[in-house]
């Protein structure tokens, strides 16, 4: 809000020179900081844990890693399920293990399904006779964006909340099989589109990528303005 940036960056820079110049440490913030907060700290920070959003969005930024959090018992804004996640820093890498509540401590839990990491639940339904032709299981969770079909290719994107990843596979849409995968540099939340030979991708972090249609190699990047808030 403005109202005492000074006296809280002079704190920070206090307790991190207690702490020592090579003591790593974890910034936690309620809203997720900006260039704002990241470009006045004194050394950075391992990693950022956040809420505020109401989204899940775990990205990468010179080399920092932001974790942004939904509530643990209502879903989020961009409809990720109540979550919370565990958190481990073994003296080199930091581990998330990002885990949906139990339906039995929601507030409505006559309509969730006890589900662990998946971000969409499965359907209870069993139609008489299988529709099914054939299955894929994605490289990550699926969320609520749709598929594309083009050219009898179908193109889904996938997100991998456990660290700042996703990807995008085209599928055969005869037969299911695989016919590319292209990694991701975080999630993917919405539809692939497909504009001539090339398919566009945007990712949580804020980028824009062109992937080739036939192989699914990074054509172009454009990256966002703002990668912190956007």
């Known amino acids: 809000l403005g109202l005492d940036h000074a006296a809280q960056e002079e704190w920070l820079r206090n307790d991190l020179a207690a702490a020592g110049e090579g003591t790593p440490y974890i910034l936690c ?10 470009d006045r700290l004194p050394r950075k920070p391992l990693a950022t844990f956040s809420g505020h959003w109401h989204t899940s969005r775990v990205v990468e930024i010179d080399g920092v890693l932001h974790v942004n959090s939904p509530t643990p018992f209502f879903a989020g ?14 003296g080199s890498e930091i581990t998330l293990n990002s885990r949906t509540m139990p339906p039995r401590y929601l507030h409505n839990s006559d309509h969730a399904f006890d589900v662990d990491k998946a971000t969409i639940a499965g359907y209870g339904a069993k139609p008489e006779g299988s529709p099914i032709r054939w299955r894929h299981q994605l ?10 079909l083009a050219d009898g290719v179908i193109l889904a994107g996938s997100q991998i909340e456990d660290k700042p990843a996703g990807s995008v596979e085209a599928l055969d849409a005869t037969t299911g099989g695989l016919l590319w995968t292209a990694r991701t540099e975080s999630a993917v939340k ?4 497909k504009v001539g030979g090339i ?8 980028a824009v990528a062109g992937l080739n249609a036939t192989s699914g190699e990074r054509v172009w990047t454009t990256p966002s303005t703002d990668p912190y808030r956007r």
Do not use: K
Not at 77 to 90: K, Q, T
Not at 139 to 148: E, K, V
Not at 190 to 193: D, G
């Open 190 to 193: 919405t539809r692939p589109i």
């Open 77 to 90: 804004l961009d409809y990720s399920p109540p979550m919370f996640r565990e958190v481990v820093w073994d």
């Open 199 to 206: 398919v566009v991708v945007a990712e949580v972090n804020g």
């Open 139 to 148: 490289a990550g969770a699926g969320h609520r964006a749709g598929l594309t």
């Open 29 to 38: 913030m309620h809203d997720q900081p900006g260039h704002s907060v990241m």
